[in-house]
C-alpha cells in the first residue's frame, strides 16, 4: 500500500505544519526522511516509518515537477 520514497517528491501530511501549511518536498530518504516546508522553508527529519504515517498523498514525482511548476499558481 505505502508508496516508495524518493527525493523530489511532494508530498501532502495528513497533520498540517503549524504555518499552515501541509505540502513537503523530500530532500533525502533512506532509514531517515528529510522533508522541507513548502510554506515556510523548515526542514523536518523522520525515520521512515514516521514519515509513511504522516504522508497522506504524493502530490508529484521528481519527473512530473516540470510539468507542475507550470501550472503550481494558486496553491494555498
Ligand atoms: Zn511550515
Known sequence: MAEPVFVGDVILTRKPHPCGGSQWAVIRTGADVKMR???????????????????????????????????GAGSV
Open 37 to 71: 516546508c513548502l510554506t515556510c522553508g523548515r526542514i523536518v527529519m523522520l525515520d521512515l516509518e514516521s514519515f509513511l504515517r504522516r504522508r497522506k498523498a504524493v502530490l508529484s514525482h521528481p519527473e512530473q515537477q516540470a510539468a507542475a511548476a507550470d501550472s
